[in-house]
């Protein structure tokens, strides 16, 4: 404050305006910024990391921390961060940070395991881990429930990603050349392929379930037969030796081949997870499943050697049912031995046509045509499928000349008359042959016995003159016997005679009249 001019008083000098003095200054707003700036970038950056997940594994085999990636489709989604060992169950532990978007997509669903090169049934796969390293690849999925734990697998997979199709499962008594990723074939395509096989539980069975890929699990219905399709199927006929197999592959590595009937009609589409039974061969698939019918027993007393169970029943040459038990029977009161063949009929391929016109009342019941058959002459005979196997089966025909039998229905199972099989005649009529072939030899001994102690007396004179007359012979016949001078002089008797019977025909050709007149005389002057 100035000091006051003369004169004037203090109250007359002007009051300054004091401003109070700010706490804020330009140069905070630099560091303020900063701040902003760091903890937005703090806040993006942790905005951005993604989740971390553990995973289990039997082993680490190729595995590095910080190093192996996470890859889905050969994109790169997270990376291991630290490997370590459990040692309450010996396994491996292996910590890996994702990527943010693939949050939706860690559920209890989601499937991981290790890339590396492997060779299977499928061919060859993960080549291109042998430069680059192995890395850990997995099969996202929405479904099912949030985590962050998960329990690797030790193979990859079958079928990975959002493929359509559906999966099957397959029941067999034993598994055959069967394996994981072995290929599905439907009509010679392969359609899908083999995801797991194991043994039941109860260890009599076996599952195979497989993945049939979208369009061709429309044609896998209620009609369906899978069989097993490794290997050659060789089958003999009548049409001869028939060879037939799916693919090399198939034969190679094995398969399952499928197909179905009925595909025009409104057959019911199997669901996915439906179950089905898996047959050892195509002809198995293809025989029909006599579960329901009429049971038999019919006792032979004959060799059944080459029968075997599920051997065909036939009915005029038609297939009416199928062998379901052989054993055998011991006769304790008759002291006989007999074979009981248990087989079962269906009916159904019978079909039953009435006459309105006929007189007489039809039968309309299975026991009633039955016995009328068995009146007809109905027997049942065991018979030669194949000569180079062996192989029988049991063939119900009619023999007119068959002992009159009637059926016994009170039984459980009501036994049906047999005649002996063709294999059983045949050995019958081989004995009586070897019995009659037998006695000719016996004949024939006997007669060779009289021959060597009757007759040899005469038959050494007989010898001991033929050598004599023989010994004449070559004496005769010499060139110095009396024989051979003789005979040579008459040869040359012979020869003159014929010159001159020549001489004269020449004479008498010249001068015929000379038969009349005689031979005239030749005057010589």
């Known amino acids: 404050m100035s000091e006051p001019k003369q004169g004037e008083s203090v109250h007359d000098l002007p009051e300054s305006n004091i401003q109070p003095r700010t706490n804020f200054s330009i140069v905070w707003i630099v560091p303020l910024v900063a701040v902003l700036i760091g903890t937005w970038i703090g806040y993006t950056s942790w905005s951005e ?81 042998l430069l680059s390293g192995a890395y850990i690849g997995l099969d996202p999925s929405k479904e099912g429930q949030q985590s962050r734990k998960f329990e690797g697998l030790e193979r990859p997979p079958v079928i990975t990603g959002r493929i359509p199709g559906k999966h099957f499962i397959l029941h067999a008594k034993d598994l055959g050349s069967i394996e994981r990723d072995v290929p599905v074939y439907y009509r010679k395509f392969s359609v899908g392929s083999v995801e797991n096989v194991k043994l039941d539980d109860n260890g009599e069975s076996v599952t195979v379930r497989v993945f049939i890929k979208a369009p061709f699990d429309q044609w896998v219905n209620n009609t369906t037969k899978f069989w097993n399709a490794s290997g050659v199927d060789v089958s003999l006929g009548a049409d001869g030796i028939k060879v037939d197999s799916e693919s090399l592959v198939s034969i190679l590595i094995g398969g399952i ?18 179950e089905f039974t898996l047959y ?64 079962i009929i269906d009916y159904g391929k019978m079909a039953m046509t009435e006459n309105p016109q006929s007189a007489t009342q039809p039968v309309t019941t299975h026991q ?29 025909d009619f023999f007119p000349d068959a002992v ?55 038959l050494s004179g007989t010898l001991k003159q033929a050598e004599n007359t023989l010994v004449t012979l070559q004496d005769t016949l010499k060139n110095d016997s009396p024989l051979q001078q003789d005979l040579q002089m008459t040869l040359r008797e012979f020869t003159k005679t014929a010159r001159s019977i020549k001489t ?22």
């Open 49 to 129: 990391i993604g989740p971390t997940i553990s995973i289990t594994f039997k082993t680490a085999d190729g595995l590095e921390a910080s190093k192996t990636k996470i890859k889905y489709k050969n994109v790169e989604i997270g990376v291991v961060k630290s490997i370590h060992l459990n040692h309450d169950t010996e396994d491996v532990i292996v910590e890996a940070e994702m990527v943010k978007n693939i949050k939706p997509f860690l559920t209890d669903k989601t499937q991981f395991w290790v890339v590396r090169a492997r060779i299977n049934a499928s061919g060859v796969s993960g080549l291109d881990t």
């Open 257 to 274: 081949a499928f197909q179905s009937i009925g595909l025009s009609t409104e057959n019911t589409v199997a669901d996915n997870n439906s």
């Open 280 to 343: 050892k061969d195509y002809a198995d698939s293809q025989k029909k499943n006599y579960k329901i019918g009429d049971k038999y027993v019919l006792n032979f007393t004959e060799s059944v050697r080459g029968l075997k169970l599920g051997a065909p029943v036939y009915f005029l040459g038609i297939q009416m049912g199928e062998v379901i038990d052989i054993h055998l029977s011991y006769n304790t009161v008759n002291q006989t031995i007999t074979v009981p063949v248990t087989v």
């Open 368 to 396: 009633g045509r039955v016995d009328y058959f068995i009146k007809q002459g109905l027997r049942g005979q065991l018979q030669t499928g194949n000569l180079l196997t062996g192989s029988l089966f049991v063939a119900m």
């Open 404 to 458: 009159p039998y009637v059926m016994d229905w009170s039984t459980e199972i009501t036994e049906f008359p047999t005649e002996p099989g063709t294999l059983g005649e045949l050995k019958v009529h081989i004995s009586s042959i070897l019995k009659k072939v037998d006695a000719m030899m016996t004949q024939v001994n006997e007669l060779s016995y009289k021959l060597n102690h009757n007759l040899e007396p005469e």
């Open 504 to 525: 004269l025909t020449d004479y008498l050709e010249m001068h015929p009249e000379s038969l009349i007149t005689g031979k005239k005389e030749t005057h010589y002057e």
